[in-house]
Nanobody
Framework: QVQLVESGGGLVQAGGSLRLSCAASGSIFSISVMGWYRQAPGKQRDLVATMTSGGSTSGSTNYADSVKGRFTIFRDNLKNTVYLQKNSLKPEDTAVYYC?????????WGKGTLVTVSS
């Protein structure tokens, strides 16, 4: 199995920046897609950003309309870590952020990290 551990969440003021990290460990052989989702209180879990993966390179990226131009997803293959750089944060970005990867069609989820953006 693949285990995912998120880090980097916390309290930040509106307009500030955070970088979330998701470290993968375990039986890692061929991850096809990795991404970030978030869930705010009373709302569904929504996609934030995804990145396809092929070998040592990444493929296309996809972002939710609400974060385009502000968030960037990238990875470090040597560290088996995917990141989410979050700039120009807004109070509406407050949510629990979950890391997700897929390997051989099987999804894996982290336990989440809370990001709170104050106005």
């Amino acid at each position: 199995q693949v285990q995912l551990v998120e880090s980097g969440g916390g309290l930040v003021q509106a307009g500030g920046s955070l970088r979330l990290s998701c470290a993968a460990s375990g039986s890692i052989f061929s991850i096809s897609v990795m991404g970030w989702y978030r869930q705010a209180p009373g709302k569904q879990r929504d996609l934030v950003a995804t990145m396809t993966s092929g070998g040592s390179t990444s493929g296309s990226t996809n972002y939710a309309d609400s974060v385009k131009g502000r968030f960037t997803i990238f990875r470090d293959n040597l560290k088996n870590t995917v990141y989410l750089q979050k700039n120009s944060l807004k109070p509406e970005d407050t949510a629990v952020y979950y890391c997700n990867v897929a390997q051989y069609g099987v999804p894996y989820w982290g336990k989440g990290t809370l990001v709170t953006v104050s106005s």
